[in-house]
T-cell receptor, first 109, second 112 residues
Framework: GIQVEPSPPDLILQEGANSTLRCNFS?????LQWFHQNPWGQLINLFY???GTKQNGRLSATTVATERYSLLYISSSQTTDSGVYFC???????????FGTGTRLKVLA | EAQVTQNPRYLITVTGKKLTVTCSQN?????MSWYRQDPGLGLRQIYY???????DKGDVPEGYKVSRKEKRNFPLILESPSPNQTSLYFC???????????FGQGTRLTVV
């Protein structure tokens, strides 16, 4: 099945810094979502982004499906951005989402 | 507001005591599924449903049951919970295959 490889696996930032998270895929993807799992375990839907670029406040995402990767940009990071960021892609057959291992982000005050 | 609602959010129970985790969505979605998340293992699908009365096993169905009698509800049933079912559980729904998925807030279950 499709493999999802996030990078970097861990990231520590000072508050106010910008960062770019990346997901590479082993195969072409038709749809992709970015999630943020906060320290309380909640999965927050950030972007549904099969292709192109979307922006929402300080966050934006770009997916280049033909080159099998997606990027998540976080600008002016805040301590509340801490947590784990996942990209997830659906698979056919069992209708499940494949989540990568995620990028663990810690933003320091 | 479009949402997937799980209850309870937190539960501590004893081995063998039957429990149900409820999941409800207000978006008239066809597809619903359950996942469990464990350290080092990521999110794994337990069961999924493509519509009312249509369910199938995911990757880790042992020890779980589901039902889909109504489109909006997809409860997860643990008939005889065991400590290895201690986990963080998520319910998800989507309109059709390939569309955006919505996840519930999660249920943190501890079986002692």
């Amino acid at each position: 099945g499709i493999q999802v490889e996030p990078s970097p696996p861990d990231l520590i930032l000072q508050e106010g810094a910008n960062s770019t998270l990346r997901c590479n895929f082993s195969d072409s993807v038709n749809n992709l979502q970015w999630f943020h799992q906060n320290p309380w375990g909640q999965l927050i839907n950030l972007f549904y982004i099969p292709s192109g670029t979307k922006q929402n406040g300080r966050l934006s995402a770009t997916t280049v499906a033909t080159e099998r990767y997606s990027l998540l940009y976080i600008s002016s990071s805040q301590t509340t951005d801490s947590g784990v960021y996942f990209c997830a892609v659906p698979t056919s057959g069992t209708y499940k989402y494949i989540f990568g291992t995620g990028t663990r982000l810690k933003v320091l005050a | 507001e479009a949402q997937v609602t799980q209850n309870p959010r937190y539960l501590i129970t004893v081995t063998g005591k039957k429990l149900t985790v409820t999941c409800s969505q207000n978006m008239n979605h066809e597809y619903m599924s359950w996942y469990r998340q464990d350290p080092g293992l990521g999110l794994r699908q337990i069961y999924y449903s493509m519509n009312v009365e249509v369910t199938d096993k995911g990757d880790v169905p042992e020890g779980y049951k589901v039902s889909r009698k109504e489109k909006r509800n997809f409860p997860l049933i643990l008939e005889s919970p065991s400590p290895n079912q201690t986990s963080l559980y998520f319910c998800a729904s989507r309109e059709t295959w390939g569309r955006e998925a919505f996840f519930g807030q999660g249920t943190r279950l501890t079986v002692v």
